[in-house]
């Protein structure tokens, strides 16, 4: 678990805007949930046989012997809300959220313990083109933000029905090719055969290079719903690169699986990553509901925008419009009020209540980015001025009255010169 520091959030914060704007202009509504939910909720909608619950989840007993555990996915927690309040009575609810996740693996570049998402949840929506559409925001907000490299994998799960099918066979066959195997994936064989397919390890690889696709034990309703996803997606000029072995680490996909990754992260490429999951309202409580949602990885969005000049200047903060030094008691009694002016009329003031030395006072006005500095001392407080210094174009100083300052930059930055 890190800490964000001040010069490093202003990329966290455009990024979060960017997303802002983006669920805005789709009629996406913000939901926010507890980051402590009851352990059963995640044991029943990610699944017990999942690496998420059975290896990675902060889970404890609290004072009145609860389990309880840190959330380590949103899906589940916006789930939950959405039944506890009835939101489905209201009709399809399109929600997003944004916050800390917990999980207990193995940190690296770009993923630690606490780790942060952006996810969209469309609930009640069941058509093919929900799915374009969901994928279509996540798609068009990351290409905003100027992640460059980007590639849609996609994949489907097929229905229920489908899956019981197909791990018939895909058991059969990985039983038949154990020795072919790494430990972790001869371990879920007889818990969670399909997260085999995503394994990482070169020789688990090799082996499943011959297992029997899952499409070959796709209903005919299946198969087409998938091709309406391509359609769908081509229409829209997204390019698609079809992924068998991709599956998603939860059990409550179906349907539609996919990620977007980008080139220019390396071997973690993965920003973005989501599918349908039709079972999970009801098998949490709720009424049968078809949704289909999204997560992104702040952590891995930002170390990519970072080494981006272009992103990173657009995520950079305003710079101030004035520093305001003082020194003497009269003079300081008028910096508050100045500043709290300046603020209310949209200007960035930052005023220096050091009483350090007007040279200490100085280095700090030029260090803090300000355009101008306003200087008072007992003078200027006896003659209600301020001498205005320009910081950045170092033009001849001049004096104006305490009392048309405020205005005077707000003219000054209107219109873009001083």
């Avoid at 899906?75 to 917990?102: C, D, K, N």
């Avoid at 690296?108 to 969209?120: D, E, K, T, V, Y």
């Avoid at 818990?191 to 499409?215: G, M």
């Avoid at 996919?258 to 709720?286: K, M």
Wanted: proline share 5%; aromatic share 6%; net charge negative.
């Amino acid at each position: 678990m890190v800490d964000l520091l001040p010069a490093q959030i202003s990329i966290w914060q455009h990024i979060e805007a960017v997303a802002r704007e983006h669920f805005r202009r789709a009629a996406v509504q913000e939901i926010r949930t507890p980051l402590l939910e009851v352990t059963e909720l995640f044991a029943r909608g990610i699944g017990e046989a999942t690496d998420v619950v059975g290896k990675e989840m902060y889970t404890f007993l609290d004072r009145g012997e609860r389990s309880c555990t840190l959330r380590p996915e949103g899906t589940a927690s916006a789930v939950r809300a959405v039944i506890e309040h009835g939101l489905l009575s209201q009709g399809p609810q399109r929600l997003w959220y944004g916050g800390p996740m917990f999980r207990y693996e193995r940190p690296q570049a770009g993923r630690q313990r606490q780790f942060h998402q952006i996810g969209l949840e469309l609930l009640g929506v069941a058509d093919a083109r929900s799915d374009v559409e969901a994928i279509a925001i996540a798609w068009d907000l990351l290409a905003d933000l100027g992640v460059g490299g980007l590639a849609l994998e996609l994949n489907t799960l097929g229905s229920p029905d489908d899956r019981i099918r197909y791990r018939e066979r895909l058991v059969a066959w990985l039983e038949a090719h154990r020795d072919g195997l790494d430990p972790d994936s001869q371990a879920r064989i007889n818990t969670n055969p399909l997260r085999v397919l995503d394994s990482k390890v070169p020789q688990t690889q090799a082996t499943l290079a011959a297992a029997p696709p899952l499409a070959a034990s796709l209903s005919a309703e299946s198969r087409a719903r998938f091709e309406q996803v391509q359609a769908g997606l081509a229409a829209l000029e997204i390019p698609v690169q079809l992924n068998p072995r991709l599956v998603r680490g939860l059990d409550y996909y179906s349907h539609t699986a996919f990620e977007i990754t980008s080139s220019q992260l390396g071997a973690q490429a993965t920003v973005c990553g989501g599918g349908r999951y039709d079972g999970l309202v009801q098998q949490l409580g709720g009424p049968p509901t078809p949704a289909i949602g999204w997560a992104l990885g702040m952590e891995r969005l930002v170390l990519l925008l970072a080494q981006m000049p272009a992103a990173a200047a657009a995520g950079a903060p305003a710079p101030l419009d004035l520093y305001v030094v003082s020194r003497g008691e009269a003079a300081e009694a008028l910096v508050l009020p100045l500043a709290r002016q300046g603020r209310a009329a949209g200007l960035a003031v930052e005023c220096d209540t050091s009483g350090a030395a007007f040279g200490k006072q100085f280095k700090r006005a030029d260090r803090s980015g300000a355009r101008f500095a306003a200087v008072i001392g007992d003078a200027e407080a006896a003659a209600a001025e301020v001498v205005l210094k320009d910081l950045r174009q170092h033009q001849a100083e001049q004096r104006l009255p305490i009392a048309a300052l405020v205005d005077w930059l707000v003219q000054q930055r209107a219109g873009g010169s001083a």
